[in-house]
């Protein structure tokens, strides 16, 4: 095995053996501030140190990738002089002798690395002017119909702080609300940006939102279709009445005014589209009654369907 490749990671993130999980992520935010490649655009080295720190990152913040790591390093320190048969006919759990170079390992260790650091530190960016840094911080918060409905609080975990954020009721897909301070901090200057969370609603099995307003396709039955309805319904704010005349057909839209999310003095509406639902069994006295209607139907369906086809 080629053992030149070798990789410290201790040594990357400047942490003893001994670090604790506090310690490396502390030395991995500090070291992934300082090379991040927004801070330093068109500098390879940067780059590459950047990429190192989330190596080392990946490997040592995993319990089962950090166990196998400090086996290699063993093997490594041991081995470094040639002699790699000693060690791998003392330990059988892991024949590390058995890969061709360090990357083959990292490789059947980790697969692809995930990146971490620019995951947390993607929000760190330059604008136009090279002096300006933007430190406001992007969060992405989803919450649920009736959290939209009602309002919540929601405590979150930004940059090691958790922070308590207020959702007001009504909020809608695309909102986003600021928190003073809470963004991220300049090295070594102590100043901090906004955190800006941008809200979407989770799909809902019934209610569908478009602004204020909320949409539902309601099942109804054939007779309540043909003879008309007064029928109870299920809505954001409660129990709600609907009166659907006779005569009414499948994908009618009817509107309960001031029935849909609020927010602050503005009220949206609730919106209903009918979709006629057969039974999945039909009873022996619905057949019959069926049988009836057909003997004493007077519309043919396709009268017309078969005038257009033939012209």
């Known amino acids: 095995m080629v053992l030149d490749g070798f990789k410290d990671y201790f040594k990357i993130l400047g942490v003893s053996r001994n670090a604790t999980d506090k310690e490396i992520k502390s030395a991995f935010r500090k070291l992934a501030r300082k090379f991040h490649p927004d801070l330093h655009p068109n500098d390879e080295g940067a780059e ?8 080392a990152y990946e490997i040592l913040s995993d319990e089962d990738k950090k166990k196998s790591y400090e086996q290699f390093l063993h093997y490594w320190f041991r081995n470094r002089d040639g002699n790699s048969r000693d060690f791998s006919s003392e330990n059988n759990d892991q024949r590390f002798d058995e890969y061709l170079n360090f990357d083959d390992f990292l490789n059947d260790l980790i697969g692809r690395f995930s990146e971490v650091g620019k995951e947390i530190y993607s929000n760190i960016s330059l604008d136009n002017n090279p002096q300006a ?12 119909f009736l959290e ?11 940059n090691d702080e958790r922070i308590e954020v207020k959702i007001p009721k009504g909020i809608e897909t695309g909102s986003k609300i600021r928190i003073k301070d809470k963004g991220n901090i300049q090295s070594g200057k102590g100043k901090r940006g906004d955190l800006l969370i941008e809200v979407s609603i989770k799909s809902h099995p019934i209610w569908k939102v478009k602004g204020l307003d909320v949409y539902a396709d309601l099942p109804m039955s054939l007779d309540e279709l043909a003879l008309g309805a007064n029928i109870s319904v299920a809505s954001p704010q409660g ?14 839209k009817f509107r309960l005014k001031g029935q849909g999310l609020q927010n602050l003095d503005t009220q949206g509406d609730l919106f209903f589209n009918l979709k006629l639902k057969f039974p999945e069994n039909w009873s022996d006295e619905e057949l019959k009654l069926l049988e009836k209607l057909r003997s004493v139907r007077i519309d043919e369906p396709r009268s017309s369907w078969f005038d257009q086809a033939r012209t």
């Open 48 to 55: 590459s140190e950047f990429k190192q720190i989330n190596e």
């Open 239 to 252: 129990v709600a009445y609907l009166s659907i005349p006779s005569g009414s057909l499948p994908e009618q």
């Open 148 to 158: 939209a409905l009602n309002g919540t609080k929601k405590n979150l975990l930004v």
């Open 133 to 144: 840094l933007n430190l406001n911080a992007e969060f992405n918060l989803q919450i649920s």
